[in-house]
């Protein structure tokens, strides 16, 4: 999983790679006219698939640059790992397990717009593509599962939020997955309304394979 990290003038690629079981942290420097990759700190060393990295807009202070967000299975369980980028070195941080139960992964996560965005993530689990959440506008909300996108997925999904051509309105939110056999399925969700259902949308795809 790859990501952008910006914070003023250049930003740079960050990037969770998979090695064994360790989930390795790597970044370039895109300020440096080599743009030089390097390996930063193992994460966890219990990871058993991908993970997905984002910046938040969550902050220290108002002056440093948004925390990393991640998710990763760990053997039966989701992890939510997050990293204070406000002082070079700081170590990651292994907050309580997202789920306990989830029997393939991994998830996808994202920030939604507002103030401040909530959390959100789609999770592949046992042939379903469940949509989870942490509400944001309350400190130490947990996570919580609000709706199955599909119940045929063969595979994980990837989400993100569309812009509106309405100001003051959010975005739907847009989901890729795979289902079985070959299919690469669009849904999307109408987020003008909440707790508005998922739709399905169209059929990329009929001969795809992930």
């Not at 942490?134 to 599909?150: E, F, K, Q, Y």
């Not at 993100?160 to 309105?169: D, L």
Request: proline share 7%.
């Amino acid at each position: 999983m790859i990501s952008i990290s910006k914070h003023s003038g250049w930003g740079n690629f960050e990037a969770v790679i998979l090695e064994g079981n360790d989930l390795v942290h790597y970044w370039r420097d895109d300020s440096s006219p080599s743009f030089t990759w390097h390996r930063g700190a193992i994460i966890t060393s219990t990871a058993t698939g991908p993970g997905s990295l984002i910046r938040s807009t969550f902050k220290s202070n108002s002056q440093s640059p948004g925390n990393f967000e991640l998710i990763v299975p760990e053997g039966q369980k989701l992890v939510h790992y997050w990293h204070d980028n406000s002082t070079s070195g700081r170590p990651w941080q292994k907050t309580v397990p997202i789920t306990t139960t989830v029997a393939n992964g991994p998830g996808t996560l994202m920030q939604s717009t507002g103030s401040p965005g909530n959390l959100e993530m789609v999770v592949w689990n046992g042939g379903k593509l469940t949509h989870w959440q942490r509400n944001n506008s309350v400190s130490g909300l947990p996570w919580a599962p609000t709706a199955d996108i599909t119940s045929t997925a063969a595979g994980p999904g990837c989400i993100i939020q569309s812009t509106s051509a309405t100001a003051n309105v959010p975005g739907n939110f847009e989901v890729l997955v795979l289902e079985m056999p070959h299919n690469l399925v669009h849904y999307w969700r109408d987020n003008t309304v909440e707790d508005t259902p998922w739709r399905r949308g169209v059929t990329i795809s009929t001969v795809a394979i992930g």
